[in-house]
Nanobody, 113 residues
Framework: VQLVESGGGLVQAGGSLTLSCAASGIRGRITVMGWYRQAAGKQRELVAR???????DYADSVKGRFFISRENTKNTVFLQMNSLKPDDTAVYYC????????WGQGTQVTVSA
């Protein structure tokens, strides 16, 4: 199983970015997919995810600014990030749970003040 992320980069505060993650090597639909992030010196934390019951979970810090979506037929998830803040600077990781958890290589998002 491979998760390939794209869409990170440098953006000014208040700007927007969209991250994409495509899973390959799996037959069938992956139910639980989402995004985590890890800022320098901090633990990895949940940003947004599709849960096992069809629910969508967001970190409190991104509610109303970030939106997760998916394309089921391709096991692809997207993260639309709006009104970005310097505190959103981190490496963003795609996660998929299919019997075991899988992680992407991470994509850097840097928000300048």
């Amino acid at each position: 199983v491979q998760l390939v992320e794209s869409g990170g980069g440098l953006v000014q505060a208040g700007g927007s970015l969209t991250l994409s993650c495509a899973a390959s090597g799996i037959r069938g639909r992956i139910t639980v997919m989402g995004w985590y992030r890890q800022a320098a010196g901090k633990q990895r934390e949940l940003v947004a995810r599709f849960g096992s019951s069809g629910n969508i979970d967001y970190a409190d810090s991104v509610k109303g600014r970030f939106f997760i979506s998916r394309e089921n037929t391709k096991n692809t998830v997207f993260l639309q990030m709006n009104s970005l803040k310097p505190d959103d600077t981190a490496v963003y990781y795609c996660n998929a749970n299919f019997i075991v958890p899988y992680w992407g290589q991470g994509t850097q998002v840097t928000v300048s003040a």
